[in-house]
């Protein structure tokens, strides 16, 4: 009797472990990601400050930004007073405890700053913070020596 001598076939490579691997990791990397909005303006300049603190991430905040041209803007929409005052009174009615912090420009009227303070404590929003950046650093000039 002739036995055929079967070779087992060639492992070819196994497409499914990988993706599986593939789909754990997008899943690590979506979950342990910290989703951090903290309203970057592009338009907006800071001031600087000597010692800024750096800010604490409330969850509870409303990001108010002041441009130069006087602009109040809100999640990427430019409120009037007005509007800012309705905007505030409906979060003001949620959380009386809602930190509203002001990004102004340096170049911004301090007006309309003063006016965007007083919306926030007519409708009852009392914690109010400044946001600021640290001062360049120093430039050194560094000689050669000759």
């Given at each position: 009797?002739?036995?055929?001598n079967?070779?087992?076939?060639?492992i070819?490579?196994?497409?499914?472990?990988?993706?599986?691997?593939?789909?754990?990791?997008l899943v690590?990397?979506i979950?342990?990601?910290?989703?951090?909005?903290?309203?970057?303006?592009?338009?907006?300049?800071?001031?600087?400050?000597?010692s800024?603190?750096?800010?604490?991430?409330?969850?509870?905040?409303?990001?108010?930004?002041?441009?130069?041209?006087?602009?109040?803007?809100?999640?990427?929409?430019?409120y009037?007073?007005d509007?800012?005052?309705?905007?505030?009174?409906s979060?003001a009615?949620?959380?009386?405890?809602?930190?509203?912090?002001?990004?102004?420009?340096?170049?911004?009227?301090?007006?309309?700053?003063?006016?965007?303070?007083?919306?926030?404590?007519k409708?009852?929003?009392?914690?109010?913070s400044?946001s600021?950046?640290?001062?360049?650093?120093?430039?050194?000039?560094?000689?050669?020596?000759?």
């Amino acid at each position: 009797m002739k036995f055929k001598n079967k070779m087992p076939s060639p492992i070819g490579f196994q497409l499914a472990p990988m993706l599986d691997i593939v789909f754990l990791l997008l899943v690590f990397f979506i979950v342990t990601q910290t989703f951090e909005d903290t309203e970057p303006d592009l338009n907006i300049v800071l001031p600087t400050a000597e010692s800024p603190k750096p800010g604490d991430t409330v969850s509870n905040q409303i990001i108010v930004n002041i441009r130069a041209d006087g602009d109040v803007v809100i999640n990427r929409q430019i409120y009037s007073m007005d509007q800012l005052e309705q905007k505030l009174l409906s979060v003001a009615q949620l959380d009386k405890a809602m930190l509203v912090r002001l990004r102004t420009d340096e170049k911004a009227q301090s007006g309309t700053l003063v006016k965007v303070v007083d919306v926030c404590l007519k409708v009852g929003l009392n914690n109010i913070s400044f946001s600021t950046r640290p001062p360049a650093a120093a430039v050194t000039n560094i000689s050669s020596p000759q």
